[in-house]
């Protein structure tokens, strides 16, 4: 994991969070900042700024990441609303405006019914965040907040997926090679003793992913215009090495391995 700095004190909660967060993204997509940015349209230095808490990061930076990342983006997009309302929170000093007068009193019942939304607004604006949280790394670990028992191991992993298996938890990314039209990953899970290759794209078009280790080798295809994304069933490996993840995408092929 690269040694980041401290982020600054007046970052508020929310987008502790979402920087938090960012980080991990960035090192198990296994890319650099240079990666970063060609892989997107935001330089590096802009995403050194973003990751260090410099500077809060567009909406544009986030949708970004989705293509070769495999991450959640309407997910992580709640994060960054939140912590762009934080922030702009934080950034206001303007005093609060008293409250006009009015001519009439709201009765009892229509008090209590405005009490009534503001905390379902409240409870909304509190929750949804946090319910995304779930499903994004945490902080302390890379891996998932909500974990459960992965459904197999080893041999008995052979020809599933790791979504479905539980074995992304602790997945990790041993070799990444990106292309001007995708990315491809070679992922390793320790506790399901398992390698798989993922493939994250913008282009459309069929394309195959396929592991390989040794004479083993699994491979599926996919249509460009259901998904950004795939992956290849998993090889039972209990090390990542020697071990090939390829992807072929609009009739090109790259390769991501430790031969």
Known sequence: ????????????????????????????????????????????????RYLNGDQFPPRTAIESLGPFAGVDVPCLLTLWEAA????????STEPTPSPVPQAKTPSGRNRRLEQVVIVLAATVAVLVPA???????????????????????????????????????DARTESTVTHAAFAVRLRYSAS?????????????????????????ELLASYSGKATTGGSSPMLAASHPRPAEACAEVAGRMACAGLL
């Not at 401290?6 to 969070?17: G, V």
Request: aromatic fraction near 4%.
């Open 1 to 48: 994991m690269a040694r980041w700095q401290p982020l600054p004190d007046s970052l508020s909660p929310d987008s502790r969070l979402l920087v938090e967060n960012l980080r991990i993204i960035k090192q198990r997509s296994g890319l650099s900042l240079a990666g970063l940015a060609a892989r997107t349209a935001h330089s590096k230095s802009a995403w050194h």
């Open 84 to 91: 762009s309302r934080a922030d702009a929170e934080l950034r």
């Open 131 to 169: 319910a995304c949280a779930l499903y994004l790394p945490t902080p302390a670990t890379g891996r998932p907040l909500r974990e459960s028992p992965t459904s197999c191991r080893g041999e008995t992993c052979q020809g599933h997926y790791a979504s479905r298996s539980g074995c992304e938890q």
């Open 192 to 216: 399901c003793a398992a390698v798989w290759a993922e493939v994250r794209t913008q282009d459309d078009g069929a394309r195959k992913v396929s592991i390989k280790t040794g004479p083993n």
